[in-house]
């Protein structure tokens, strides 16, 4: 499989520099740790490392040092279509180079060959109460699979270090392959006729995943293979990379540390926000009408803010810009979708929203974030079960936190334990600096 040897290839070079860096640097102080970071979410504690992705605060993210519009124009494409197979994307995220077609396919075709999805996952998740939400189905599907773990058997069986990411390369790859059909899925059994549509053997994992949601239009297929692009990784910090790698980081398998890091997705301050986000702009319309104004729009931000509440798909925990995963999305609608009037409205709040968290003081970020419109392109598309939204997220996601699990294991990072204070420590920290 060339992934494993693209990386084997790279693991001596990559060894030797992190050794060495370690070794003769160890005790360099990168960054200094305030109360206020302690108290407040580690907000930009400098204590995470990955070379998958990087997110830049007055830029946004890199994908191995691309940006999205480099990708969209780099990476290599089914036929037909303006947006990247999503094997490019994996390759990329795993190799750290631009794959040829030839290579990208390999990976199309690995998941292919591994995409058969067990008949107890099925029950297991037709045995789920009809009001449990998808992506409490999501995570139990994945974590059901962790009986087929490579990683877990060849750990029992005495696998030696500097083997393991292989196993959790395989893991990866086996689990990668079976989420569009297991989103499918769930989607069709809580939406659908609860039917199984078997994948399409022509098709890439991004549209199949449209073909098994019966949405086989080429437009909806070209926004999954967007949608699946944007939402693979976003560095190490944010709740569900960081989740994966700590379980990780115990020698959980990739499926254990998958669905932990999908349990944090599903929190309305991270992925959730998709689905709220629609949510706020539909209770708009229905508060306002079909064409609310300037003012109405203002009047419904500043009520959302005095009531208490966030508003949905706007700040961000690390940028300080319109988050570039939101410009690729607006650009995608104003292709497909230029007279949407949900479209337009998200058009028009982007004029609106900022200045009132502007207004508000205290927002670092007041700019839109991915999930300020992700909803509102699937809407459009028929997809109108808000809950399913964050579930795309983390098929996505999974994509990007696997990648990360394979270099861990890869670079031998250690157990991750940081140290806590208790509150009286740290009283005694302030009272004898001063
Ligand atoms: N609406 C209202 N208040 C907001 C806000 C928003 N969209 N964004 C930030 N604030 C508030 C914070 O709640 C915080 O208030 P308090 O000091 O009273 O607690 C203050 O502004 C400062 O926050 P910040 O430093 O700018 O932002 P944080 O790093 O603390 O939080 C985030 C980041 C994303 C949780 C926050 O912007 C937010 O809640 N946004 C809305 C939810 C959302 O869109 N989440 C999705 C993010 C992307 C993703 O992970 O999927």
């Not at 995220?93 to 008949?119: D, H």
């Not at 990072?413 to 940081?418: A, G, T």
Request: net charge negative; aromatic share 12%.
């Amino acid at each position: 499989m060339i992934l494993k040897e693209k990386i084997a290839a790279q693991l001596p070079e990559w060894r030797e520099r992190v050794r060495k860096l370690v070794s003769e640097n160890g005790d360099m102080v990168v960054d200094q740790v305030t109360v206020k970071q302690i108290y407040g979410g580690m907000r930009s504690a400098k204590v995470l490392v990955t070379d998958i992705s990087y997110v830049d605060p007055n830029e946004g993210i890199r994908f191995r040092g691309y940006t999205i519009p480099e990708l969209l124009k780099l990476l290599p494409k089914a036929e037909g279509s303006k947006f990247p197979l999503a094997g490019s994307l994996y390759y990329l995220l795993l190799v750290g180079e631009i794959p040829s077609f030839v290579e990208a396919m390999e990976v199309e075709n690995a998941w292919k060959a591994r995409g058969v999805i067990p008949p107890f996952v099925f029950e297991t998740l037709r045995a789920m109460p009809e009001d449990t939400h998808p992506m409490t189905m999501f995570s139990q599907a994945i974590v059901s699979l962790q009986h087929e773990s490579v990683f877990a058997r060849r750990y029992q069986q005495g696998m030696q270090r500097e083997d393991y990411w292989e196993a959790a390369l395989a893991d990866a790859l086996n689990l990668t392959a079976k989420l569009p059909a297991i989103a499918a899925y769930i989607y069709n059994i809580k939406y659908g006729d609860g039917g199984f549509v078997s994948p399409d053997p022509d098709l890439d994992w991004a549209a199949n995943f449209a073909h098994m949601i019966g949405f086989d239009s080429p437009e909806y297929m070209e926004l999954s293979r967007l949608y699946f692009f944007l939402h693979s990784d976003h560095e190490s910090g944010n709740v569900s990379a960081h989740t994966t790698h700590l379980v990780g980081s115990s020698l959980a398998d990739v499926y254990y540390a998958c669905a932990a890091g999908i349990n944090g997705l599903a929190g309305p301050l991270h992925g959730l926000a998709n689905q709220e986000s629609l949510r706020w702009v539909l209770n708009l319309r229905e508060e306002f009408g079909r064409n609310p104004g300037t003012e109405e729009l203002e009047k419904f931000a500043w009520d959302t803010l005095n009531s208490g509440q966030v508003i949905p798909g706007y700040g961000h925990a690390v940028l300080r810009l319109p988050d570039p995963r939101y410009t690729a999305q607006l650009e995608f609608g104003r292709e497909y979708m230029p007279n949407d009037e949900i479209f337009k409205l998200i058009e028009e709040l982007y004029d609106v929203v900022p200045k009132v968290l502007q207004e508000l003081g205290k927002v670092k970020n007041p700019w839109p974030n991915v999930d300020a419109i992700s909803g509102t392109l699937q809407y459009h598309y028929g997809m109108r079960e808000f809950d399913f939204y964050t579930v795309l997220f983390g098929v996505s996601r999974i994509l990007g936190v696997t990648a990360n699990l394979v270099w861990a294991r890869a670079l031998g990072q250690p157990l991750e334990r940081p140290k806590s204070l208790t509150t009286k420590m740290l009283e005694d920290i302030v009272v004898k600096a001063k």
